[in-house]
């Protein structure tokens, strides 16, 4: 097989599996909000208040539905916890335990963003979560510009923030 062959084959198969990819986000997060975000307003772990509302006057926030016992939220949780130092981050910990158990989790990972505690899961069922991690980032104006279920790299996130402060213009 020569050169440019295989290299034309390399191309389909990253192509196939780039579409693949897209393809399973899409079905897992086909039931998540769309248009105006619903409200979150709940304690996070340490009980302090959290509005999503409040923070959107702000500009844009990523939301982190993610479990201790999943293994691609060990992959995505880093990199959340990176951008939650230059961008706003909510995370909801789904049926992870008491908070007490979850901030160990997270001190014990090194992860810095806010959480909410979401024990039995109706948090997430309220917002249509059917797998994790899932990824919604909120705009300015409260509306959810994407929403993107299973793995996520850390720069892919910074542009769906990115986007969701140009996109409407703020």
Known sequence: MNIKGGLRSL??????????????SWY??????????????????????????GMTQKGPV?????????GYCRVVSPAV????????????ALQSGTPDEVAAYQQEHNLKF????????????????????????????????????GMASRLGLKARLWWAQVGKGS
Request: glycine share 6%.
């Open 81 to 92: 916890s990176d951008l939650s130092k230059d961008y706003q981050v909510i995370s909801v």
């Open 28 to 53: 897992h997060a086909r039931s998540m909000p769309k248009g105006q975000a619903p409200d979150l307003l709940a304690p996070d772990i340490n009980g302090l208040p959290i509005s999503l509302q």
């Open 11 to 24: 191309v389909k198969f990253a192509l196939l599996a780039v579409l693949v990819v897209v393809a399973v």
């Open 114 to 149: 806010r959480t909410i505690n979401d024990p039995s899961g109706a948090l997430s069922a309220s917002w249509g979560l059917k797998v994790t991690p899932t990824i919604a980032i909120v705009d300015s104006s409260g509306e959810v510009s994407t929403v993107t279920a």
């Open 62 to 70: 990523l939301i982190y539905f993610w479990a201790t016992w999943c």
